[in-house]
């Protein structure tokens, strides 16, 4: 990128005070040394909510399971502007290297989320502590991100009612700090799983022809599967369809009778989702009558795809322009094909979800979920203006909109 060297020498201080900074990058340290999974975070709730009570401010804790939601009054009531981090890891072993490397074995803080849980609580020291802002804002810290289930529960929890907007944020080691990827529409793929159960019949290996063997049934589906994004559809609708796990047989000598097939369909377009879905269906169904195979196939729906409105997304390029100026912007590069359950919250109200740059340089090549991922700190003081700003000039649109005439 050609802003890339200017913007990596951005300065916290001029984005937020000293001592903010300090107790975002502290909070990260200790989040990062205690990692835990999906479901797990009852220390990581406790962390915050004492972090916000220090700062005179009471939470809601075990909110969709072990989430935490703050309500910060705004100048006037009306629709209230939410903000979300999630705060899960990941069953990876750390291998970064970094002096406050995970404590646990096993669990590592390997997708940014111990920077997103703090990135927030900076984003609570801005607005408790400034401005008032225009409108109620609420924080919302979830949990089980991972899992795709952390939103449904925190939203069968009520932290949507009477929400008008809302915003957040995942870490990129694709963009430098100081850079903020922001774009409507598709941003997020939908994430659906599947498995592919085969029975034949097994037999011994000297006489294939009194089998019915799983394996080649199964190997034929691998191919065949692999076609359909290929064939049959527009190569202008990003899709995967990947197939993760082959379990068949249990000797050199013994035609396996079952086999299982395991993967994952990303897509951006509700359409394109469905057509993959049935194609799943009916190519293994063809290919197990053809060998005479009984073949049953399981699709488990996953999050959706996560889709940028324009007006909140217009927001967001504003609140990024003020913070660090319109070069600091860019479009996504590529089509994000990972999911992210934030999409469950846009199924309810409007909102935006964006890209904090956060490269380390020498690292750039370890993506989110390796056990080497890292990001800079730097990137902490970025989320958390921009965050607070956007809460400011969400608050006064929806101020706009419920009263026209003033």
């Avoid at 990058?25 to 205690?34: F, G, I, S, T, Y």
């Avoid at 999906?38 to 809601?60: M, N, P, W, Y």
């Avoid at 199924?347 to 370890?366: A, D, L, M, N, T």
């Amino acid at each position: 990128m050609s802003l890339a060297s200017d913007l990596l020498m951005v300065d916290p201080a001029e984005l937020v005070p000293g001592d903010v900074f300090e107790r975002m990058v502290a909070l990260r340290r200790d989040l990062h040394e205690n990692p835990e999974l999906s479901g797990e975070e009852t220390r990581t709730a406790r962390r915050i909510a004492d972090e916000l009570s220090e700062l005179g401010v009471e939470a809601r804790s075990e909110v969709g399971g072990t989430g935490v939601v703050l309500d910060i009054p705004g100048k006037s009531d009306g629709p209230r502007v939410a903000l979300r981090a999630d705060t899960d890891a990941l069953p990876v072993h750390e291998e970064t290297g970094l002096e406050f490397s995970s404590k646990r074995d096993g669990v590592m803080h390997a997708c940014g989320h111990d920077g997103h849980t703090s990135l927030l609580f900076g984003a609570a020291m801005l607005l408790t502590n400034g401005e008032p802002p225009p409108l109620p804002v609420r924080l919302l810290w979830q949990p089980a991100e991972e899992r795709g289930a952390g939103a449904k529960a925190m939203i069968a929890d009520g932290v949507l009612d009477g929400v008008g907007m809302i915003f957040g944020g995942h870490l990129d080691r694709h963009y430098p700090p100081g850079v903020l990827a922001i774009s409507d529409g598709p941003v997020n793929a939908s994430s659906d799983k599947f498995t592919i159960d085969i029975h034949g019949q097994s037999g011994h290996g000297a006489r294939p022809h009194e089998a019915v063997d799983a394996v080649v049934v199964g190997s034929l589906l691998v191919t065949a599967i692999q076609t359909v994004v290929s064939r049959e559809v527009d190569p202008a609708h990003p899709s995967v369809l990947s197939i993760g796990s082959f379990h068949a047989g249990s000797a050199p000598n013994v035609i396996a009778g079952t086999a299982r097939l395991e993967g994952t369909i990303r897509t951006q377009e509700v359409d394109v989702r469905d057509h993959l879905r049935q194609a799943i269906i009916r190519i293994s169904k063809s290919i197990g009558q053809l060998h005479g195979a009984e073949v049953d196939v399981e699709i488990t729906g996953g999050t959706p795809p996560v889709v940028n409105l324009p007006e909140p997304t217009r927001l967001a390029r504003e609140a990024a322009e003020q913070v660090l100026g319109p070069e600091a912007i860019v479009p996504l590069h590529t089509a994000n094909m990972g999911g992210e359950d934030f999409s469950y919250y846009l199924e309810h109200v409007p909102g935006s979800y964006i890209r904090f740059g956060g490269q380390v340089k020498g690292r750039e090549g370890f993506p989110a979920h390796s056990s080497r991922f890292d990001f800079d700190e730097r990137a902490l003081a970025v989320g958390a203006r921009w965050l607070a700003r956007v809460a400011h000039l969400a608050g006064e649109h929806l101020s706009r909109v419920e009263s026209p005439g003033t």
